[in-house]
């Protein structure tokens, strides 16, 4: 297994926008499904369920799963893996409103791991914002992207 220091360098990705350009709204009748699958009644007042913050912000951004895997010199097909994900809301979200999107890859990190060998670990930063452009929440994702060809 090669030494850390003879790891080629990651792709220099920091910075990329992952800005959107297209919004998302929540749909009542989805909202009311999804709640009802993890054994719970929507809110009646129009808040949507919280993990909404995850579909919204991953299907609105700037770029597909594959192309932002692609920016990475990744090929989605060998497997990313979602590492966390965080999330800081400022509002509820609510269903019927268009969200739309704004973020950044914030870093990729090269590192070694004993149960995947080489992998580059993603950091990336996404807004949604409501209708009015204030930000409803933020959330920093972290994708493990296994290099099988530099074990």
């Known amino acids: 297994m090669p030494e850390p220091d003879d790891l080629p360098p990651p792709p220099e990705v920091a910075g990329i926008r992952l800005d959107g350009t297209d919004s998302y709204a929540i749909s009542t009748e989805e909202n009311a499904a999804l709640c009802?699958?993890?054994g719970i009644e929507p809110a009646g007042d129009g808040t949507a369920h919280p993990i909404y913050y995850y579909v919204a912000t991953q299907v609105a951004m700037g770029k597909s799963v594959a192309e932002l895997c692609a920016v990475c010199d990744f090929d989605v097909d060998d497997g990313p893996m979602m590492g966390s994900s965080e999330v800081r809301f400022a509002t509820p979200l609510r269903t019927g409103l268009p969200y739309t999107v704004s973020g950044e890859i914030l870093s990729l990190e090269r590192k070694r791991s004993r149960k995947l060998g080489v992998m580059d670990v993603l950091t990336y930063r996404l807004r949604l914002h409501g209708p009015d452009g204030a930000a409803a929440l933020?959330?920093?994702?972290v994708w493990v992207l296994p290099r099988r060809n530099l074990a």
Do not use: A, V
Request: glycine share 0%; net charge negative; no cysteine.
């Open 36 to 38: 009802r699958s993890t």
């Open 138 to 141: 933020e959330t920093d994702n």
